[in-house]
């Protein structure tokens, strides 16, 4: 399992931007399926993004189709998770988390993934 770390949450107002990073102790994570999910207080944890290993497209929540994007930096080890035009209701705690190694494909479900970080909070507000 690796030790997943999340940063880049923070307070914005709505219309605003954050971009989340997820990085793994130094390790390069282009071999690790990456999830990034929320979860809102009294909220069930639901799935955001995803960036496969394969060439398959990144997946999103219908949520957030057109306003966040996943991507790699593997120069950096790290992937982003770019949020635009922020809403009150994007307002959760945010993981990263890896499925394991042998997988290359994307799932939606948080069962599949068996790494994950400690969370970083985004709160939108005016």
């Known amino acids: 399992q690796l030790q997943l770390v999340e940063s880049g949450g923070g307070l914005v107002q709505p219309g605003g931007s954050l971009k989340l990073s997820c990085t793994a102790s130094g390790l390069i994570l282009d071999s690790y399926v990456i999830g990034w999910f929320r979860q809102a207080p009294g909220k069930e944890r639901k799935g955001v993004a995803c960036?496969?290993?394969?060439?398959?497209?990144?997946i999103y929540g219908d949520s957030v189709k057109g306003r966040f994007t996943v991507s790699r930096d593997s120069t950096k080890k790290t992937v982003y998770l770019q949020m635009n035009n922020l809403q009150p209701e994007d307002t959760a705690v945010y993981y990263c988390a890896a499925r394991p190694r042998l997988y290359r494909a994307c799932a939606s479900y948080g069962s599949a993934y068996d790494s994950w970080g400690q969370g970083t909070q985004v709160t939108v507000t005016s």
């Open positions: 960036i496969s290993v394969s060439d398959s497209p990144a």
